[in-house]
């Protein structure tokens, strides 16, 4: 069946960097985008960026361009986030999620929580 | 930066019909999608491009545009519709954005 598994729950210290992926399963990976949204502690969905499904070029929310980065690689079916400099307002649950075309974010990845502590 | 505004909450007895609503400067040129997320759990798509349900969910679940407001619609509410719900959509740059979601509460 169509799935997204993310890697396991991660614990950085503050300035640290943390690399999340997500692997597809079950469809043709290179046919839709790939989104990254996470979730603070009793927060709102937030959009970090989304790599499109054409060429995998990525784009970023403003409110984390230059810390962090998103790509693919598709022979292994498989997103990345790295989110650098990590702070404890980072703490969060991590989403990826595919979207084709205009249907929307249809599939959801099962989150990574992130836990920043010194 | 681009919004969508939601209600923070809204309450509703059984049976009866929520309306959550979602309003942006760019949702007439953008299309909406509204997601339900249960405690825990990863966000569900409910509604996609304003108004075609998702496959999988109930026929109860409508949603519907008018201007700079879409309005996500749950006729007869049932206890499990109990969630928070999220809208979202796009700038026209490609940058995404989602509401600040809407509890819904089944009293």
């Known amino acids: 069946q169509v799935q997204l598994v993310q890697s396991g729950a991660e614990v950085k210290k503050p300035g640290a960097s943390v690399k999340v992926s997500c692997k597809a399963s079950?469809?043709?990976?290179?046919?839709?985008?790939i989104h990254w949204v996470r979730q603070a502690p009793g927060q709102r969905l937030e959009w970090m960026g989304w790599?499109?499904?054409?060429?995998?070029?990525?784009r970023y929310s403003q409110e984390f361009q230059g810390r962090v980065t998103i790509t693919r690689d598709t022979s292994a079916s498989t997103s990345y986030m790295e989110l650098r400099s990590l702070r404890s307002e980072d703490m969060a649950v991590y989403y990826c999620?595919?979207?084709?075309?205009?249907?929307?974010?249809?599939?959801w990845g099962q989150g990574t929580t992130v836990t920043v502590s010194s | 930066s681009y919004e969508l505004t939601q209600p923070p909450s809204v309450s509703v007895s059984p049976g009866q019909t929520a309306r959550i609503t979602c309003s942006g400067h760019g949702l007439p040129k953008q299309y909406a999608y509204w997601f339900q997320q249960k405690p825990g759990q990863a966000p569900v798509m409910v509604i996609y491009?304003?108004?075609e349900r998702s496959s999988g969910i109930p026929g109860r679940f409508s949603g519907s545009s008018s201007g700079t407001t879409v309005t996500l619609t749950i006729s007869g509410v049932q206890a499990e519709d109990e969630a928070d719900y999220y809208c979202q959509s796009a700038d026209s740059s490609g940058t995404y954005v989602f509401g600040g979601g809407t509890k819904l509460t089944v009293l």
């Open positions: 999620a595919r979207q084709r075309q205009d249907y929307g974010m249809d599939v």
């Open positions: 790599t499109n499904a054409v060429n995998g070029d990525a």
């Open positions: 079950g469809y043709t990976f290179s046919s839709y985008a």
């Open positions: 491009k304003d108004s």
